[in-house]
């Protein structure tokens, strides 16, 4: 299986002098296609700022961020947004959507951006809506969508983009119990079905029980790395 | 387009914000319109008062003349001029006079003043003459008709009717000549140095009795648009002006009035821009309220791909918008305004007794096109110039930062 | 409590705070400008023509005016100088003699009018001292050969060709009717083409009442008053004073030229109009914008338990209160600008004429009013447009409010 990310002794610190803090101290790992992987640890403990170095959010202090080979810990300005645009794609914990399009429209601004024809754009908007469970639903705007289905519209926005991962920074925190399952069980089955690599951030239990691999963080590196 | 729609949509967000926003810049722009409005009509009004009394919008007369009245610089052969004048489309009316100092003289007095030879019917368009005539009759065909100012009817002490001698230099010999004539009208124009030091004579008396021939001492102009007159450009002035012959306008001629005039011109300007300043700084702030609300939801936008650049030329279009949008709704309340003020006037607190006349004592601010078509466009490029700040800084929103601190 | 909670809340909001401030704090600033721009242009217009040649205030012969002859002097000028000296408010004051007579040089003559002045007088009136152009300005004492100096206008230079250190010849009638006649020697020029006296001829004081064959006295008092003086008020109380002579301000002497700036100055209060209104706008549109933002807060404040009329209060101390500081800011940093301004002042692309004096700047004012105005303005507004949304905050629901995003 090939390798989508590797990180390589990063480290990224926040405040100075006193305050220095170290939130990623010196962590490598490695991401493979198709994983579904939670990194999960207490509050506090770097997990998303180390989602955040993955996605090309942040930049490291020290260390290189591969993915796909090329280190996007180097890239800025226009490099590193087409490369999120191309590869990643991206769902946090709430108000993922833009407010003032519709569904189907914030699906299809990802593709937008990358330039896909018009026709192209329309047949994936639908198709990716049926796959998330929202066909029909396309014309509402986010306000006129619960939690749970906002949530699934932002999957459906992150898959339209054809990425190598997903990242999702505690994409469940914000949605009750029932409609959290159904959210994972849904990005479980595209994991299965369409091969979508998913990287979670999260310390919710539902999560943890359906991830084939844990990686438990700690003030800032890694404490354990459990495959199931 | 998408950035289109995007920013369409997102001015209708917050009705308030985008409400009161437009606001300020509808406020601005009528605002503009009108103090151009009251600026030039006030213009208007001041310069009807100075130079339809008696000096005209420009004139054009023999170099030195005005330096002490000498009549002997006088435009010996003013057909060409006139037919220039005649020909000219920027001219709404000339006067051709002959102005000769002289001793006016009574039978129980004798003074100095001015004896001015005016063509009747051509004065009528060009000066006030007409309605200053306060008793008797305006000159008329009679060749001894003459106009005295009140003033100096009252030192000489004589009235309607009466004889009056005028005594002076012949232009061609120096020879004293005199002429009698019978005052036909008094007038009063309101300035002292006007009525006690004033006499009018037709032209073609005037030039007689000094030996003028068909020479005149001073062209008075009116033009269609005042402004035209102290235009260093004007065409007319390049055609007339030569070694001998000035033309000015009547900034130049009246001195102490130009001065003012100029300096509150520039004051006005100044003000204009700070006010423009001010009302900048209102949308710049509104832009800014707009981008922090948003705040997460464009570092989200970041965060799966859009470029820095989309995402501050969102931002300069949404302002676009809004100003394109105030413009729109301003326009009509700016025209309304206008012309409604245009039509009634303003009130000027009482009634202007200025150059003897009372002028009516309101302002009508002026309309005019420019105004309806320049100054949206300034107000539009304002806001697209204020947007770019808070643009940039949106451009350059980190998004990790972003995401956390919203939370 | 709730002034010291108010203050807190405007720290804690620092970037709202700051940039609502900095809408209000500039808006002030600039309407201060403004205003020290208009008001300051009326005070320099009248600085300039008064300058020229009438001064605040006139005294006359009570006859003299109306019908202007020779003989009709002020006679005792020593005790009117002493009158004047003491009084406080006037600032200066200087004598003139006024005649006609024919001017001659070699062999051309010209009419000219006289004016008579008093040589170290003059310049604390007018700016006769300035409007050298050519030469120097005259002393009162006579040259070598006996001769007086004569200062004289730029038309009469060229129309008899004089220059520096000609001779000048008048010739007229004095004031007990027999001939005046007298030799001067031109010591300068001035002015330009267009002033008042651009024909005249200048005399020592003392010359022209020798010409004149006056023992004593002057046609006319020209006086200054201190700045901050209403030289009307002044007027009329010295007139009460002196029952004998006829003491009149500029306005009346002038009255065309006023009647034209007061014109002018109508036109300038619907200026102000406008001004105020845009400046209302401004400042309601930034203390709304930045009250009705803070819904969620307010909401938060009812929940835990505020009552509704304190929080109308809070709002409106927090507005008014960052409008005041925000004015005080403005007040520190705009003064400086606004005295430099009122001494120094703008240069103007083109210099603007007066009789031969070039003015190059344009002039604001430093008063009281310039800058309390508009800082009643900007606290008014904002004071009373922080009431609404106050209000509205007020009766909303906390839940309702909360929610708002």
């Known amino acids: 299986m090939s390798i989508v990310i590797e990180t390589q002794n990063l480290r990224r610190c926040y405040g100075t002098g006193v305050t220095l803090v170290a939130a990623v101290n010196g962590i490598s790992v490695s991401i493979e296609q198709g994983e579904f992987t939670a990194i999960i640890g207490p509050s506090g403990s770097g997990k998303s700022t180390l989602l955040n170095l993955i996605g090309g959010l942040d930049q490291p202090d020290e260390g290189r961020v591969l993915l796909q080979g090329q280190d996007i810990a180097a890239m800025t300005g226009n490099a590193i947004s087409d490369f999120r645009r191309d590869h990643i794609g991206f769902i946090f914990q709430a108000y993922n959507l833009i407010p003032v399009l519709s569904a189907h429209e914030n699906i299809e601004y990802i593709m937008l951006l990358q330039g896909v024809p018009k026709l192209n754009r329309q047949a994936r908007v639908l198709e990716m809506l049926g796959l998330v469970g929202l066909k029909g639903l396309g014309h509402r705007r986010p306000a006129e969508l619960s939690g749970g289905q906002q949530q699934r519209v932002a999957v459906a926005r992150a898959m339209a983009s054809k990425p190598d991962i997903i990242l999702a920074d505690e994409p469940t925190a914000n949605l009750d119990s029932k409609t959290g399952a159904e959210l994972l069980d849904l990005m479980r089955k595209l994991n299965a079905e369409q091969g979508l690599t998913f990287l979670f951030s999260t310390h919710d239990q539902m999560i943890m029980a359906r991830a084939q691999r844990l990686v438990h963080i700690k003030d800032g590196i890694i404490e354990q790395d459990e495959s199931r | ?407 | 409590m709730l002034l010291k909670m108010a203050f807190r809340n405007l720290f804690r909001q620092r970037r709202r705070s700051l940039l609502t401030g900095l809408s209000m704090g500039g808006g002030y600033m600039l309407f201060v400008f403004s205003m020290s721009l208009l008001e300051g242009s009326w005070g320099n217009i009248v600085d300039i023509f008064t300058g020229d040649r009438v001064g605040h205030i006139q005294i006359h012969r009570l006859d003299y005016r109306a019908t202007p002859k020779s003989h009709r002097v002020i006679e005792d000028t020593k005790a009117l100088e002493l009158f004047l000296s003491e009084q406080e408010d006037v600032r200066s004051y200087a004598p003139r003699l006024f005649s006609a007579g024919l001017a001659y040089a070699t062999d051309k003559s010209v009419p000219a009018p006289i004016i008579g002045v008093d040589v170290l007088a003059e310049p604390t009136v007018t700016r006769l001292r300035d409007k050298v152009s050519a030469g120097m300005y005259f002393t009162s004492d006579t040259d070598s050969e006996g001769y007086y100096e004569a200062m004289i206008g730029l038309s009469l230079a060229r129309a008899l060709n004089l220059e520096i250190g000609d001779e000048l010849v008048l010739v007229g009638q004095a004031a007990d009717g027999s001939i005046a006649n007298d030799i001067f020697k031109v010591s300068a020029v001035v002015g330009s083409d267009s002033s008042h006296d651009r024909m005249s001829v200048y005399l020592p004081i003392q010359a022209a009442r020798i010409y004149l064959a006056l023992t004593e006295g002057a046609h006319q008092y020209a006086l200054l008053v201190n700045d901050g003086v209403d030289n009307q008020a002044l007027s009329r109380s010295l007139q009460a004073l002196l029952p004998n002579l006829e003491v009149a301000p500029w306005q009346v002497i002038e009255a065309t030229f006023y009647e034209t700036m007061q014109t002018d100055r109508r036109s300038n209060q619907y200026m102000m109009v406008l001004i105020v209104f845009l400046v209302f706008i401004g400042v309601l549109n930034t203390v709304l914008m930045s009250v009705f933002e803070r819904t969620r807060e307010f909401g938060v404040l009812r929940a835990i338990g505020i009552r509704p009329d304190r929080l109308v209060w809070l709002i409106a101390l927090e507005t008014f209160s960052l409008a005041f500081l925000s004015c005080l800011i403005g007040f520190v940093l705009v003064s400086p600008l606004i005295v430099w301004f009122t001494e120094v002042g703008w240069r103007l692309p083109e210099a603007v004429d007066m009789g031969g004096v070039a003015f190059e700047h344009l002039k604001g004012e430093t008063s009281l009013f310039v800058f309390l105005m508009p800082w009643a303005v900007v606290l008014g507004t904002a004071f009373f447009v922080s009431i609404f949304p106050g209000l509205r905050a007020a009766r909303i629901n906390p839940k309702d409010a909360m929610g708002e995003h």
């Open chain 2, 1 to 407: 387009m998408l950035l289109i729609q995007l920013a369409v949509r997102n001015l209708f967000r917050n009705g308030r914000r985008t409400f009161l926003t437009c606001l300020l810049i509808t406020s601005s722009l009528v605002v503009m319109i009108l103090m151009d409005g009251l600026i030039l009509g006030m213009l208007g009004v001041m310069v009807g008062g100075i130079t339809q009394t008696l000096e005209g919008e420009a004139q054009i007369y023999k170099s030195g003349f005005r330096d002490r009245f000498d009549a002997t610089l006088y435009l010996a052969s003013p057909e060409s001029i006139l037919t220039v004048l005649d020909e000219d489309e920027t001219l709404l009316a000339y006067a051709p006079r002959v102005v000769v100092p002289a001793v006016i003289g009574s039978s129980y007095n004798t003074l100095g003043g001015l004896v001015y030879g005016v063509d009747p019917e051509k004065e009528l368009a060009m000066s006030r003459l007409r309605q200053a005539v306060i008793e008797g009759d305006y000159l008329s065909n009679s060749p001894r008709a003459l106009l005295m100012g009140r003033l100096m009817a009252e030192k000489l002490e004589i009235g309607i009717g009466d004889r009056v001698v005028l005594t002076a230099s012949a232009v061609d010999n120096n020879e004293l000549v005199q002429g009698l004539f019978r005052i036909s009208g008094i007038v009063e124009f309101g300035p002292k140095e006007l009525d006690e030091s004033m006499v009018f004579i037709p032209i073609e008396a005037a030039q007689a009795l000094f030996h003028l021939g068909d020479g005149l001492h001073q062209i008075a102009l009116r033009f269609k648009d005042f402004k035209d007159a102290n235009r260093s450009d004007l065409a007319l002035a390049r055609k007339i002006k030569d070694d001998g012959i000035e033309f000015k306008g009547w900034l130049a001629l009246q001195p102490g009035v130009g001065a003012m005039l100029e300096m509150t011109n520039y004051a006005t300007l100044i003000i204009g821009v700070v006010l423009f300043l001010f009302a900048s700084l209102g949308v710049i702030n509104s832009i800014f309220m707009s981008i922090y609300e948003r705040l997460y939801e464009l570092a989200v936008a970041k965060a799966i791909g859009t470029r820095p650049a989309f995402i501050g030329g969102l931002i300069v279009l949404e302002a676009l918008a809004l100003a394109v949008m105030s413009c729109g709704i301003g326009l009509p309340i700016a025209f309304c305004l206008m012309t409604y003020f245009a039509a009634n006037g303003l009130p000027l607190g009482g009634t202007m007794e200025f150059s003897g006349v009372v002028l009516p004592g309101r302002l009508h601010p002026e309309l005019l096109w420019y105004q309806f078509v320049q100054f949206p466009l300034y107000v539009i490029l304002l806001t697209v110039v204020a947007a770019i700040y808070p643009a940039l800084f949106a451009a350059r929103i980190a998004p990790a930062r972003s995401l956390q601190k919203a939370l």
